[in-house]
């Protein structure tokens, strides 16, 4: 009979147990990678090569110093990151009124790097000179002011992390057509912003009785104009001048952009040069003839401001491959009217649904960062998520939308995204063929 285990055995004991442990789940996961983690090994340099099961050998870049210190006075990702870019159409003129995207499915968390976030533009990026700037407001204010970017520096600042999006995220008749989460609703990224409360500077101005909107106007070359409902501009919006630590970037509105948290990206005005405070909106071409979807008994959508809760699954997803096995599904969900309450992921094309796990921080008008592990069996799938936010909306499917609003919509498109998983494990639209 053996006597009582020693701590010695125990430490043993329970490291066996580890690493066997390990060993299961790195044996079952193989299957995720397939022949690709053969093909990455045969890539391998000679001077890295081991023995089969063996460790690895000593890799070239161990045998030589590396590259100096601040060699790069302003970082840049690895030169095997090079392929994670934005998602530039290449028919469309860039210096009219286009758009580039997001690589979702190549980020992780919730935050967007600041040169991959996503990118509205209706007359191109301009180059402003900061020290030349000047944001005017004006109308129905106490004492006008015609402000330096110094004295907009000068105001009390906060930071808060917010998510923009563009309200054709994507159009109703696009869904068909894109291939990865970014050819699907890539005009949606996530940031720190830093800057002033918009409610500072109109109370510093004085707001007149009968002010009930605000038109904010840009200094790009197409003048972008949008009125903005007074309650938004003393509740949550910004002047924003940062971005993730650092300066806006031009194409983010350097030097200076107005922030509406969870109202559609077109109404986060860049490069904004005034303030005008009305009693009445100014019904612009962006929120006339743009902005605004037709109804299927002929009435218009009009000043739809909310981005609705939505969610989409970022891997595996399109144009991705798995094996069978273990795969972890994984996502972002946000809403515009506050903080996401449920995100649930169907494997069965919708026939049942289980509850994601949410990835803390869950904050108010921000991505939220969702898993779920699941064992992938090798037959054709798919998969699918759906953002329920405090308020208890829930996202709905899109034939629930289409019959609703019709086909003619354009915009606020927050529907449902399907993946398919064919039994090869390529990943495609999983949205029926028209």
Known sequence: MSGPESDEDRVRNTTEVASRSRRSFLARGTALVGGGLVAARAAEPA????????????????????????????GTPSPFEKTVVKNI??????????????????????????????????????????????????????????????????????????????????????????????DLVGLVSCAEWTGVRLRTVLEEAGLQPGAKWV??????????????????????ALLVYSQNGERLRPQQGYPLRVLLPGYEGNMSVKWLRRLNVTDAPAYSREETAKYTDLMPDGTARQFTFTMEAKSVITRPSGTQRIGPGFNEITGIAWSGRGTIARVEVSVDDG???????????????????????WTWNGEPA??????????????????????????NSFYHNNAVIPWRIAESGEVSNGYPKA
């Not at 209706?122 to 004492?143: K, N, S, T, W, Y």
């Not at 949410?358 to 904050?363: D, M, T």
């Open 89 to 182: 159409p290449k028919t469309l003129k860039q210096y009219t009124s286009a758009s580039v995207r997001t690589p979702l499915q190549e980020l992780d968390g919730i935050i967007t790097p600041n040169g991959l976030f996503y990118e509205r533009h209706h007359g191109g990026v301009p180059a402003i000179d900061p020290a030349q700037h000047r944001l005017m407001i004006h109308g129905l204010v106490e004492r006008p002011l015609v402000l330096t970017m110094d004295d907009v520096r000068r105001f009390p600042s906060v930071s808060q992390i917010h998510f923009i999006e563009c309200s054709g995220n994507p159009d109703f008749k696009a869904i068909r057509a894109g291939r990865t989460a970014s």
């Open 382 to 407: 798919v998969i699918q998520s759906r953002a329920t936010d405090e308020t208890g909306y829930v996202q709905p499917l899109f034939s629930e939308l289409a019959g609703a609003r019709g086909l």
């Open 47 to 74: 001077a890295a090569a081991s023995p089969a099961g063996g460790p690895p050998g000593v890799p070239p870049w161990m045998t030589t110093p590396g590259a100096e210190t601040g060699a790069q006075p302003y």
């Open 351 to 373: 026939r049942s649904w289980q509850a994601a796990q949410l990835q803390a921080p869950v904050l108010d008008k921000a991505l939220t960062r969702f898993r779920l592990a």
């Open 215 to 236: 038109i904010a106007e840009g200094a790009d070359a197409a003048a972008l104009t949008r009125s903005l409902p007074i309650g938004k501009c003393l509740d949550d």
